[in-house]
Structure formats: C-alpha cells, structure tokens
C-alpha cells in the first residue's frame, strides 16, 4: 500500500476556551439573522469554518477538530486533497460548464466511474448526469423506471432517507419531515427493513429469520394484496441518517430475487455508501447481487465539487430527449477531480485502507457493547453507529446522544447522529483516514460516552 495521507495541519484536536469562539459566535449570528431556518448541522455543532486539510478542519478562532463527518460523507479523500485540487484548478482553465455536451473531462469521468463496476454489469450500463445532488438523481431514478415500466407505485423501506426533494422526500420514512408538507408524491407504500435490534415485526434478534423482507414477498405476490405490481423498489444497503444500519444479506439477497421474478426494477440508493464507503467502490457488491439503477452523489469528485450520476440497465432507457435533465449537470470541474479521485483510490489502495481502518473501528468499538446504554454497534467499512438507549425501557437515548456530540466536539473530534430521535453516533471519516486518526477519534469518543452517562 503506497498511501501517503495528506499533510495535516497539527498532530493532535486542539480546542481552546469554550464553543463557540467569539469570532466563530459572530459568523453563526450573521447566519442566524440572514439564512434560513432550515439550517441544521450549526445548531448542534457551534463552529464556523475557517479552513480543512485531510482528515481535520479548523474554526475561526484556531480551534482544529479531527472531522468524522467529512462533510456527510462527501470529502472521500479528506479536505482538500492536493491532487484533486490541482486536477480541479487545472479544469477551470479550460471549461467549467458544459451541459451535457461531451468533452475530455467529462468522457474521463465516465470512463473512470464504470470501470469501477463489477465486469459483469459494466458492459450493459448507461449512465445519465443530474442536476448536482443526491435527491435529484433520486427523482430521476424514479422517474426513468416509471418511465420504462410504465407503472407509478413505489416500494421504499421505513428509516430509509432519500432526500429533501419533494418526490426523495415521499420516499424517505421521517414523518416529520413530511408532515408540514401537504399533497405528498402518491403511491409509495412503505415496508419494513431489517432492523434487527429494533425488529419492526416485533419478534426478538434470537428468533427473527428476516420475517420483514417475508411481509414484502407475500405482500407482492397476492393478487389481493392491495399493492399493484410497482415501479420500482429503492433499497438503502446501509440506512445512514436512518442510524447506520446495514441491512441483512439474506434481506438482499430475497430482495432481489423477488424484484427479478417479478420484473420490477430494483433501485439502489448508494449515495452515501458509494465510491468506496463500504470498503468496496459500492456497497451492493458486498451483497452479491446485481441492481437495475444505482444512484451515486456525494462522494464522486472526492473534493465536495457537486455531481450526481444514476447508472442503469440499458433495458430501462426509454427516455425521450430531455426527459430529466439539470443546467448544472456538466460541472467539468467536478468530472476533472473526480476522474483523479478514481486514480488516487486504485494508485492508494484507498479501499484497502477502508478494510483495514474498518476493522479497526469494529474493533475498538466493540468494547463498548457492554456499556448498559449501548443498544448496538454497527457498521461496514468507514461507516459505524453507535446506539444509545435506556436500558430501562429500551427508548431511543437521544439526550444522552446529543450531550455526547457536543462533549467530543469541545474535545477536538466532530461527529453527527442519527437514526430515530437522533440516537445514534454516526462515524464516517475520510477514507483516507490513518490508524493514529482513527485512535484519537476513540479515545475523544469514550471519553465523552462515559463523562455524559446518565447516572446506573
């Protein structure tokens, strides 16, 4: 493994003084008096940005934080990765907006992404550019199976996120988010995922065989099952704002096989677990099996240059001209570093890394498992949660969660939570993250886990 991480500006989180800082304090009341209220991530990590390098981040009162969000999982390759940089710098000097005319960088970045795929399904794959984000290939993916099968329902699983958009939204299982919203997207029809430390068919993980993905297959297959033969069903393999739940590999695989027999295209949301999250370039490849539509965003260019791809059967492709498209589909820069990300990953062995660091995490992380507030803790490759509940009535123990946020963050290390009332400590670094990073991060994490503990 020839990795060299990028340069890191000091050797260790270093914090001074209380959160946020006076300077920091001053932009985050700028941002409160005039942007949105739908602001999130400020709210529970009090920090303006100054600058980032790899795996850490600094405020604007010199406080450094080693980064465990990586920009929701869209910095693969850390912040400001030298090379990615050049290759986008290098791109602005020549073309920075193309539509969706071909050009070198964008035939390179083509080129790079389905050689990443599995040979079996490179030769039968198309690929369509949407406009920048996740939620927009989500309506796209949705749109282009309708399209082709000529059906409108919808299967999507509970504690899925699909986006923000008004169509991802109806797919994605947060009730709140959608409650304030009237006239949804109709005909989705929700099922549960296997969530085996929460079974949402109520049996215990000793006696649970994946009875969820059960539901589904009779549900689908009785003609008086209510439910018309879909358009498509859309499968997160790890729920990530549902609380990093990998789902179970006999759940897949029933999943596919039942989508298969019954023609219906089978979706793949790999935003965040695609361009190697997972430790391989996308997470269905650690299922064995082989999806219809892939839909990849956040971490294609490596950098947080904005893209977002679906990749699909060529079956599938009845568009007409136009059907979906985006004015900032052609973003060159985007394509310049992201062909180099593809690279660095292969010339790094960046995936390797992936592996390694992952057991590592699974390792350490697995002391924590007798903790009495720890439900569970899961993950695949740079993608781990850890559960927090109260181990009198099993609620979620989103408080503690919160209290264990901030207490890492005023020691150096920023994570994010999720799953059902914020829960669940989320890690997901870079991918280029070092043995040293990943034992601070713990160190910093336990540290809070234990000085934020609810009196047992």
Partial sequence: MTHTPTARPVPAPRVEGALPGPRSAEYLEHQRQWESSARAYPRHLPIAIAGGQGSYLWDMDGNVFLDFLAGAGVLSLGHNHPELVHAAGEQLHVLTHGLDFPTP??????????????????????????????????????????????????????????????????????????????????????????????????????????????????????????????????????????????????????????????????????????????????????????????????????????????????RLDGWAPGAHTGTFRGNQAAFAAGAAAVHIVRRDDVLGNVRQRGRQLEQRLATLRDHVWVREVRGLGLMWGIELSDPRDGRPAGGYARDVQADALRQGLIVELGGRDDSVIRLMPPLTVTAEEVEIACEILFGAIERCGPAR
């Fill in 105 to 314: 960088a964008k035939r390179e970045f083509v080129d790079a992404q389905l050689s990443m795929l599995p040979p079996e399904l490179r030769s039968r794959m198309r690929m369509h550019f949407c406009g920048p984000g996740g939620a927009n290939a989500v309506d796209a993916a949705i749109k282009l199976c309708k399209t082709a099968t000529g059906r409108g329902d919808l299967v999507s699983f509970q504690g899925g996120f699909h986006g923000s958009s008004h169509a991802a939204m109806a797919l994605t299982g947060l009730v709140a988010q959608k409650r304030p919203i009237a006239n949804g997207v109709p005909g989705v029809h929700f099922f549960p995922y296997s969530y085996c430390a929460r079974c949402p068919v109520g049996l215990s993980p000793d006696t649970c065989e994946t009875n969820c993905v059960s539901l589904l297959e009779r549900s689908l297959r009785d003609p008086n099952g209510g439910i018309p033969l879909p358009a498509a069903v859309i499968l997160e393999l790890v729920q990530g704002e549902g609380g990093i739940i990998p789902a179970t590999r006999d759940f897949v695989r029933r999943v596919r096989a039942l989508t298969a027999e019954l023609d219906i295209p089978l979706v793949v949301d790999e935003v965040q677990t695609g361009c190697g999250r997972t430790g391989t370039w996308f997470a269905f490849e650690r299922y064995g099996i082989e999806p219809d539509v892939i839909i990849a965003s956040k971490a294609l260019s490596g950098v947080g240059l904005p893209v977002a791809v679906i990749l699909y059967d060529r």
